[in-house]
């Protein structure tokens, strides 16, 4: 019997092969959350920024939220490490994380501060309530992540939804409609505050094409009878949250101040759901769509 000089290989031998070249390829390939090390542990402090979490699918990663991360519900149950704005250093330490994800409305500095000295990776955010804001912490969440390409392919996808809502409202405007006066009302306690200037409030108002009727300041006013009278918002904006802590809409009717306006005529009350409103987060596209076209229904 003749062998010839190259020996064939055979079915087991090349099965032998294409896993030792599998292996091999493995081997070089490093984990989307590292060179083979753990994938780092995250704090998040906002509700937004933990929704992005939860949308490049790092969820597994997240050892604390602070008490604005109430969605998806899941984020419900992960330890809290207090109110965005009054955090502590040793509640936030004893989590172990590498990374504190937060924006520039987090604090107090001092908290911050300290988290820097003790060596944890701190990604904070400008909150400018814009579009940009919304991008920032999807790159954020990302590169502390370690999941930069899963970030990419987030901000592309949110980038053309948000085109087309905003095409939508372009399209709206473009026709010569009277834009609907918007007043956004803050009640999560006995004494409603409302929204001026420079607030999270007022640019969803006018991303959503409406008008802020109250301006002249910024921030948070008490709501008074006479500011309702002078700004004759053709519609009311306020949260969820602020019907429930009022006892549900008739009751939120009931106030006095607002019976002086042209929304009480109408019960013209558009309300959405605090984080999905305010939270400049990945579900904003959908934010704005419905608050448009709920404008566009109460006007």
Known sequence: MKHSGTPTAGPGRRNALRLLGASALAACAWPATGQGTAAPRLVTVSGAITEVVYALGAESQ????????????????????????????????????????????????????????????????????????????????????????????????????????QQRVAAHAATGARKPRVLFVLSHSASPQVAGEKTAADAVIRLAGGVNCMSGFNGYRPMTAEAMASAAPDIILTSTQSIEAHGGVEKFWQRPELALTPAFKKRALVTQDAVLLLGFGPRMPQSIGELHQSFLSAA
């Open 62 to 165: 997240l050892v604390g939220t602070d008490t604005t991360s109430i969605y998806p519900a899941a984020a419900l149950r992960t330890p809290k490490v207090g109110y965005m704005r009054q955090l502590s250093a040793e509640g936030l330490l004893s989590l172990k994380p590498d990374a504190v994800i937060a924006t520039t409305e987090s604090g107090p500095p001092v908290v911050l501060d300290q988290l820097r000295s003790a060596g944890v990776k701190l990604e904070l955010v400008e909150a400018d309530h814009s579009w940009g804001e919304v991008q920032r912490k999807v790159a954020a969440v990302g590169r502390a992540a370690a999941r930069e390409q899963q970030a990419r392919e987030l901000m592309a996808k949110l980038d053309a939804e948000w085109a087309a809502v």
